[in-house]
T-cell receptor, first 114, second 115 residues
């Protein structure tokens, strides 16, 4: 069966520090991968998605970036964190092909920027 | 782009009553509508979804209805239980020429089931 992992689970970082969040998927190959951010008490905002190694699309301009160095690894990064980057970061993978795709979320990383 | 509106933002019901959450979408090209349940501090979990070629889908106490003409869809929970208390999100996805399947989410409904 397929599983999705994220780490770290929680992170407290000072403003201006770098960031690296990792997401990995097991039990499938060539999945579509997605990064979402959820601010406290808010909905989910799609940040990036990837359909393959090295292929990244950005939905919202910001100081974050994403990379996909391996088929089942998706990384979210920042060179300098802002206070507004605080939130719950969720990675998701798409199971199925085309219109049949269903997205499943990882456990998330809670980020607090101070 | 797609815009999804969700109402109400909060909903309280007595245990055993029904709960209905409604969403509207803007892009008539949308063809897939999932619902997620998120308990406090946890990840969103898919509970039910519907595609545009179907008007209604039911899974035990949960059902979703879709009105393509009016561009709205609803989640119905019957015989609510305290463990149904959570935030519920609707989402919409439009047909895409690429292989990625971006979802646009509603703002969420905090459902509280009172014992």
């Amino acid at each position: 069966s397929q599983t999705i992992h994220q780490w770290p689970a929680t992170l407290v970082q000072p403003v201006g520090s770098p960031l690296s969040l990792e997401c990995t998927v097991e039990g499938t190959s060539n999945p579509n991968l997605y990064w979402y951010r959820q601010a406290a008490g808010r909905g989910l905002q799609l940040l990036f998605y990837s359909v393959g190694i090295g292929q990244i699309s950005s939905e919202v301009p910001q100081n974050l970036s994403a990379s996909r160095p391996q088929d089942r690894q998706f990384i979210l990064s920042s060179k300098k964190l802002l206070l507004s980057d605080s939130g719950f970061y969720l990675c998701a993978w798409g199971r199925g092909q085309g219109v049949a795709e269903t997205q499943y979320f990882g456990p998330g990383t809670r980020l607090l920027v101070l | 782009g797609e815009n999804v509106e969700q109402h109400p933002s909060t909903l309280s019901v007595q245990e055993g009553d029904s709960a209905v959450i409604k969403c509207t979408y803007s892009d008539s090209a949308s063809n897939y509508f999932p619902w997620y349940k998120q308990e406090l501090g946890k990840r969103p979990q898919l509970i039910i979804d519907i595609r545009s070629n179907v008007g209604e889908k039911k899974d035990q106490r949960i059902a979703v209805t879709l009105n393509k003409t009016a561009k709205h869809f609803s989640l119905h929970i019957t015989e609510t239980q305290p463990e149904d208390s959570a935030v519920y999100f609707c989402a919409a996805r439009k047909r895409s020429s690429g292989s990625a399947r971006q979802l646009t989410f509603g703002s969420g409904t905090q459902l509280t089931v009172l014992p």
